[in-house]
């Protein structure tokens, strides 16, 4: 429940918060008035020594969250694809957060399966090794079938991590109404909001059957990749806490020296890295949103493998378009049609200029081409556009928001395997073949032709459905007149009412 009792696990956190020094972090990043300022930091200071500790060799807010577990750390790393909420600069340092804490017992992991699968491991696997990896919500084992004696990763939920969660939420939402009510200018970054978004994300990703959905799905889309490639999904052995995918072997797609000595080359990989991104994003509508070296191998015939579908970006097929048609035109510097696309979106009030707009792209766009080509950034260029589209008016679109931090982590990975990469150079030929066989003439049939079958899908009922349509037209609800007769009984019974209280009242007097 969402009350005054979680006070104290606020005190805790505002404590932790203080003694690391992110109190003072957040609070300037967030521009909270003076008075917020002094009531957050009165409240918290003498109680600071009930705040943890954390690591002092990282940065205060990192530092913080990672001492306060699970709930806030995964807290932090959703918040760092919400730079219009916490900007830029706190984004940035919410991206060092890891998702790294001590496994849980064996026994443990070993029960979970038991009560998840209806079977003991030992019926089901000939080998299961201790944890390979520990994150905040799950741990991951390798083992083998006992059947076949194919390698599969096993992700387990930490027991009791549900309920953990729900209180933790539960506190946060406390706190946002908290803030909400103190400083009414805080409302613009919608706390409310962004405690409901993480909710349902942490939800999505405590029932490992949507990720297992998702790495399904993604799976499906990728399957003609070439070099590109998704563990299966065994969906006999996973459920609600527990999944099961297909061992990816190979090189982490960090470790440069282990990709350099398998042989394979660091430059074509870091170019597959982005055109796979941006083909995903694109042409499915469906990539993958944490990206990150952790989530990729390098397997040993030089295909890229991902793993770990927590967490998933989706883009409807118009904004694809709109999103493309923008890539293209600060690909060829036509700021005039990239200030047009916005205004046949609606992302932009039709009350500004276009021209006008169309001079702050250029002066957005200009800078980055004239920069040398190992400096040019795709996602630096998506980050100053979101600045000044927000100054003309246009509203805060999460998924776009969501696609530029990711862009920033696979600009890094791709980076990381290839400092001189061209990322334009590298990102035209995907955008440019999207733009042809979406935007084209075969796009339009292609449009006509869905229209066409929705339309007989729904013709019988077309006639009937104008026909309803052009009556409400013509007589609008009316909303009756309360009877005047329940009024009178109303007031009647109001009235007799009334007096027997007085009554009463004057004889006990």
């Not at 201790?130 to 027991?159: C, F, M, N, W």
């Not at 527990?242 to 350099?260: C, R, S």
Request: charged fraction near 25%.
């Amino acid at each position: 429940m969402r009350g005054p009792h979680n006070i104290i696990r606020l005190i805790r956190t505002g404590a932790t918060f203080e003694r690391t020094g992110a109190m003072k972090v957040v609070l300037e990043a967030l521009d909270a008035p003076p008075l917020v300022k002094g009531v957050f930091r009165t409240i918290v200071w003498p109680f600071q020594w009930l705040g943890y500790k954390g690591d002092v060799n990282v940065p205060p807010v990192p530092r913080a969250l990672t001492a306060l577990g699970p709930a806030y750390i995964k807290f932090g790393q959703i918040l760092s694809t919400r730079p219009d909420v916490v900007g830029n600069d706190m984004a940035i340092q919410l991206r060092v957060l890891q998702d790294k804490l001590p496994p849980f017992s064996m026994k443990e992991a070993k029960d979970e399966i038991e009560r998840e699968l209806g079977q003991t491991v030992d019926q089901l696997f000939s080998t299961f090794s201790e944890p390979v990896a520990a994150a905040s919500l799950a741990q991951v084992h390798k083992a083998h079938l006992a059947e076949t004696g194919d390698a599969v990763a096993i992700k387990v939920l930490r027991p009791g991590i549900e309920k953990a969660f729900r209180k933790d939420i539960d506190a946060f939402y406390f706190a946002a109404k908290t803030i909400e009510i103190l400083s009414p200018s805080s409302r613009r970054l919608r706390p409310m909001e962004v405690i409901t978004h993480f909710e349902g994300v942490v939800l999505g990703e405590l029932d490992l059957r949507l990720e297992s959905s998702a790495a399904s799905e993604f799976a499906d889309n990728t399957a003609e990749d070439a070099g590109f490639s998704v563990p299966r999904v065994r969906w006999h052995l996973s459920g609600r806490r527990v999944m099961t995918l297909d061992w990816a072997e190979g090189v982490n797609a960090g470790d440069n020296d282990g990709i350099d000595a398998a042989g394979h080359s660091r430059e074509q990989l870091a170019t597959r890295v982005l055109q796979m991104f941006l083909n995903h994003a694109l042409r499915d509508g469906y990539f993958h949103g944490d990206m990150h070296q952790g989530n990729l191998k390098i397997g040993a015939n030089g295909d890229i493998i991902a793993y770990d579908f927590g967490i998933m970006g989706r883009i409807d097929e118009y904004t694809r378009r709109v999103y493309a048609e923008i890539l293209y035109g600060f690909i060829r510097r036509d700021y005039k049609r990239v200030a047009e696309v916005h205004f046949e979106a609606g992302y932009v009030p039709a009350n500004r200029d276009v021209d006008e707009f169309a001079r702050a792209l250029r002066a957005v766009g200009e800078p980055i081409f004239g920069m040398d080509a190992t400096r040019i950034s795709m996602a630096r260029l998506l980050s100053y556009l979101f600045e000044v589209t927000e100054r003309f008016g246009m509203e805060t679109r999460t998924e776009l928001i969501h696609l530029q931090r990711t862009m920033v982590v696979v600009e890094g990975v791709a980076r990381s395997m290839n400092p001189k990469m061209n990322i334009w150079e590298d990102a035209r030929p995907i955008v440019e073949a999207y733009i042809k066989d979406s935007i084209g003439p075969k796009a339009v049939l292609q449009d006509l032709m869905k229209t066409a079958v929705v339309l007989s899908r729904y013709g019988s009922r077309l006639p009937a459905m104008a026909e309803a349509a052009v009556i409400r037209q013509s007589n609008p609800d009316h909303v009756p007149e309360p009877s005047r007769r329940r009024a009178s009984i109303g007031y009647f019974l109001a009235g007799v009412g009334g007096t027997a209280f007085i009554g009463w009242i004057l004889q006990t007097i």
